[in-house]
Every structure is written in structure tokens, then in C-alpha cells.
């Protein structure tokens, strides 16, 4: 059975260890940045680099192409990343009864999310069966995602809205713009971003929310094992944590440092900016992975709090 609300709210994500250092021991981060040193003996050639950024959008329709939605895993643990909307959708429910999307379709002022880089739904579509009284909009601009989301059974077009386009080049479409925005998410999604759309791309966000509104996102953080097993020739620049994989797709590794001045700058309050990590032991050869990702519930502040 499911967890209750409060039980959930209260439950550590999946058994990650929170904190606010990616790495406690000092030996330890000595290693990983010896490591990363490493990588950057051999850097990607400038011009290659831009040509890896100017295609990011044709390697990523590629990859749906190729994969289908059957490489990512739907996450089923958002109730634990954002717990606000699932309050919201909680309230709508007592309020409304039990119809719920049938209730959602017919509210044009029920609450937004807005997903950006929604890929092929492996998060969309678990929020909207969760949530049955909000509205969706979905953004990604690997059309392949796209199709293979309407394509799922569990999506409904009456209450999701779905566009093909690239958030760090395009402005968004133009009923998720100017405070249309209730909760956002971006999951896994600046990673694949150059740096230098950071910013931007947070800005159009900030725009897009209405006071008060919420942005949510997880990602991978510097010291990740998927950043340490990168091969030299891999790694973009030296100053940057942001590397090719062999698909062609570029993978950024974030700090908390970096997101809290990122967000500062744009306007945001952060409410809450951690790492989660996890060991994953490997039952046969005993072998350990370190996972450590960012976490980041930024507050877009009300006119009277600015």
C-alpha cells in the first residue's frame, strides 16, 4: 500500500543520506578531484564542443529513437521531492469529491505544473496519475519524447498540454508564460544544458511561475560515480563539470555553491538546496557506487517579499 501524506512527507527519499556535503571525508574528495584532474589532461577540442552543443537537440531525439521509454524509469517517489502539490491536489480532492481529472479538465484555474524537459514522461505521467486535480503542461525538444508520451496510456490530452521546443533557445509557449505557473519541475534536465543557458533558462522559469510558486529540481552533483568514471577525452573544458557521453549527450555535474548563486541572481528564495547521496553495493562483487545528486526547492517571492 501506498504511504499515507504525512507518512510520506516524513520518509527520508528512498533511504538517501541529505546533507550538505557532497563528500565528508577529506581524503576522500582529495581522490575524486586527483580523479577529475586526471580527466582533463585530455580535454574535447573546442570546435568539437560546439558542435556537440548546437546538436544537443538532434542526439537527445536520437536517444528516445533508440531507447523508446523503456530506459529511464518512472519516478514514483516525487511525492517526497514536492510535497506542496500533492498538498494542493489533496485540498482540490476534499473540495471537489472524488471525480478528480474529470474535475481538473472542466477547472481551467486549477493548479499548473510545468515540466521542462519532459522527455518521454517518466515523470509527467507519474505526476498526473497522482495528482487527478491539476493541470500539465509539458516542454522537450526531442520530438521522439514527445510522441511516445501520447502515446502512453495514462495520458490525457484534456489535461496535459504538450509542446516540442527548445527552452534555452525559444521562448516558452505562451500559456505557461507570465505567472501561468503553479509548481515546476526540472528533473534531470539541466545536465544536459551548457552552462551558459543556466540562467537563462532559470529566468524564463522565474518568469513563467506566479508568486509564490515553486520550482523543484534534481540532478546529478560534482563527485557523482557517473561524473568519476568519465575517461580523459571526455570533459569539456577545465574550468566546467560538464562532459560527452559516447551518445553524443552532454551531462553537467552540479554543486551547491554554483545553484544557490545561480538562483539568487534570477530572484529566487531558496527554500531548500541539499545533496542527497546513496551507496549502491553490487550483491555479487561487493563493489561500491556512490550516487550523489542535487536537490534544489526554490520560491519565486511574492511582490510584498521582494
Avoid at 506542496?84 to 476534499?94: D, I, S, T
Avoid at 557523482?224 to 573544458?237: C, E, I, L, P, T
Avoid at 548563486?261 to 556512490?290: C, D, P, W
Wanted: hydrophobic content about 40%; overall charge positive.
Amino acid at each position: 500500500p501506498k504511504p499515507s501524506m504525512s507518512d510520506a512527507l516524513h520518509l527520508s527519499l528512498n533511504g538517501h543520506d541529505v546533507t550538505t556535503a557532497a563528500v565528508d571525508d577529506g581524503e576522500e574528495q582529495a581522490r575524486l578531484d586527483a580523479v577529475i584532474r586526471a580527466q582533463e589532461k585530455k580535454l574535447i577540442p573546442p570546435a568539437l564542443c560546439a558542435r556537440y552543443e548546437k546538436s544537443a537537440g538532434k542526439q537527445w531525439t536520437a536517444f528516445y529513437r533508440r531507447n523508446k521509454d523503456n530506459f529511464y524509469k518512472d519516478r514514483h517517489y516525487l511525492v517526497k521531492l514536492m510535497p506542496e502539490a500533492y498538498e494542493a491536489n489533496a485540498a482540490l480532492g476534499k473540495a471537489g469529491g472524488e471525480d478528480g481529472g474529470e474535475e481538473s479538465k472542466k477547472n481551467a484555474d486549477a493548479p499548473l505544473v510545468l515540466e521542462l524537459g519532459c522527455g518521454a514522461g517518466n515523470t509527467l505521467l507519474p505526476l498526473m496519475e497522482d495528482l487527478p486535480h491539476l493541470r500539465f503542461a509539458g516542454i522537450d525538444f526531442a520530438a521522439t519524447g514527445i510522441e511516445l508520451i501520447r502515446k502512453r496510456e495514462e495520458f490525457d490530452s484534456q489535461r496535459c498540454q504538450l509542446f516540442v521546443g527548445d527552452v534555452s533557445r525559444d521562448p516558452l509557449p505562451e500559456s505557461v508564460r507570465n505567472s501561468a505557473v503553479d509548481f515546476a519541475t526540472l528533473l534531470f534536465v539541466f545536465s544536459a544544458m551548457k552552462p551558459a543557458d543556466h540562467e537563462p533558462v532559470l529566468r524564463k522559469i522565474y518568469d513563467a511561475l506566479k508568486p509564490g510558486g515553486l520550482l523543484y529540481f534534481r540532478d546529478y552533483a560534482k563527485y557523482d560515480a557517473a561524473q568519476v568514471r568519465f575517461k580523459a577525452g571526455s570533459k569539456m573544458n577545465a574550468h566546467d563539470d560538464i562532459y560527452v557521453r559516447q551518445d553524443g549527450t552532454m551531462s553537467y555535474f552540479f554543486t551547491r555553491e554554483y545553484l544557490q548563486q545561480l538562483l539568487e541572481r534570477v530572484g529566487f528564495a531558496v527554500v531548500s538546496n541539499v545533496y542527497h547521496r546513496r551507496t549502491i553495493v553490487n550483491r555479487k562483487t561487493g563493489a561500491e557506487m556512490k550516487r550523489i545528486w542535487s536537490y534544489f526547492k526554490a520560491l519565486k517571492k511574492k511582490q510584498t517579499e521582494q
